[in-house]
């Protein structure tokens, strides 16, 4: 498995409509060959930053996704809300443990 994490900076006030572009983003991928899960993630230190952590069975996978007519509609829309370019980073998952889903 891989986990990629992508750290960006928002203009101040698009955290909203970001964040819910991301939520779709996510709830599309569910389904998608190779998902394993992910998560959107607020720094304390930063209210405008987002760090997104998305785990797949391979970069191959991920690739896949990044073709895809829905990823490319959201990502249009969330670009015009970022400061800057998003700095990228690639982990093998060497464990994976999770805890019981909440009843």
């Known amino acids: 498995m891989m986990t990629v994490i992508t ?3 928002l203009e101040r006030g698009s955290e909203p409509e970001w964040d819910a572009a991301m939520r779709e983003r996510l709830a599309a991928a ?5 998902w394993v899960g992910g998560q959107l993630l607020i720094p304390l230190d930063g209210q405008n930053k987002r760090v997104v952590v998305g785990t797949w069975q391979s970069r191959a996978d991920w690739q896949a996704w990044h073709e895809e007519g829905a990823f490319a509609e959201t990502r249009t829309r969330m670009e015009g809300l970022q400061e800057g370019e998003s700095a990228i980073s690639w982990h093998e998952v060497v464990v994976e443990a999770r ?3 909440p009843a």
Request: glycine share 28%; proline share 18%; net charge neutral.
């Open 99 to 101: 805890g019981e889903p």
């Open 7 to 9: 750290e960006v900076t």
């Open 30 to 34: 569910r389904g998608r060959p190779g």
